[in-house]
C-alpha cells in the first residue's frame, strides 16, 4: 500500500490540474509558451501518474477499473465487479 503522502501528493496534482485547465487551453491556443511556462509546474497534466483507487499502487494499473491487477483479480474472484468472470478451460 502506497504511503499516505504519495496518495495526498498526487490528489494535489489532479486538483492542480483541473484548475489550470481552462488557462493552458488558452495560452496554447494563443501560442503563449512564455506566459505557459510561468504556470505551476504540477499544472501540467503530463505529471499525474495513474494509481490504483484502494491501494495507491502505481504499478499494475487497469484503466478500464481504476484499480491495480492484484485488486481486480481479487475482486473479480470474489464476484464484486459486475460481468467478470475467472476464465477456466
Not at 483541473?18 to 495560452?27: C, E, P, Q, S, V
Not at 481504476?66 to 464476484?79: D, L, T, Y
Request: charged letters at 35%; glycine letters at 6%; proline letters at 4%.
Amino acid at each position: 500500500m502506497a504511503k499516505e503522502s504519495i496518495k495526498a501528493r498526487e490528489r494535489k496534482r489532479e486538483a492542480m490540474v483541473a484548475k489550470f485547465a481552462d488557462k493552458r487551453k488558452a495560452l496554447k491556443e494563443a501560442g503563449d509558451y512564455i506566459a505557459l511556462q510561468k504556470l505551476p509546474k504540477n499544472a501540467s497534466p503530463i505529471r499525474l501518474h495513474n494509481r490504483c483507487k484502494l491501494t495507491g499502487r502505481p504499478k499494475g494499473y487497469m484503466r478500464l477499473f481504476g484499480v491495480s491487477r492484484i485488486n481486480f483479480r481479487e475482486m473479480a474472484n470474489k464476484g464484486l465487479i459486475p460481468g467478470v468472470r475467472k476464465a477456466s478451460w
